[in-house]
């Protein structure tokens, strides 16, 4: 009976490949914008990451940002309105109708607007972070 060779894993990238600044790379994908180089647009649509930057031709394709973005838009979002939702409340002689069509209003918009720069952000941090496909090594050979 022949004995099966178990082939070994492919290293990940060894310490003389440069880190990637975490901080830097956030921000700039929370500006929208290619987390290597900072100029070109990270996305192609309104949440939709664009396969590679236009203007430096990084792939951008191997995010897997998937449920965390919404996750933190919601606790960002919770943690500053629901305050001033229950401050104004107590404080504010409102109509019902008014303060609940203003606060959803507010709380759709503000989720709408911080939702892309959250993504960005995680974006950036995969790119930076070596994560996925963003290490140069196929999504087959990661190790967890």
């Given at each position: 009976m ?34 290597a ?97 963003f ?10």
């Amino acid at each position: 009976m022949p004995i099966e060779t178990i082939a070994a894993p492919r290293p990940l990238p060894t310490a003389a490949e440069p880190d990637r600044p975490v901080w830097q790379s956030m921000m700039r994908g929370a500006a929208l914008r290619c987390p290597a180089c900072g100029y070109g647009r990270m996305f192609r649509a309104y949440l939709k990451v664009a396969d590679e930057c236009t203007a430096c031709g990084e792939e951008l394709h191997h995010h897997r940002a998937d449920d965390a973005p919404p996750y933190f838009t919601i606790t960002i979002i919770g943690h500053i309105l629901l305050p001033l939702i229950w401050w104004s409340s107590t404080t504010i002689a409102a109509p019902p109708l008014w303060f609940w069509s203003f606060w959803v209003v507010a709380i759709i918009a503000s989720c709408l607007v911080t939702l892309p720069v959250i993504k960005g952000a995680l974006v950036g941090l995969q790119w930076s972070r070596r994560m996925h496909g963003f290490s140069g090594l196929p999504d087959s050979e990661h190790r967890m």
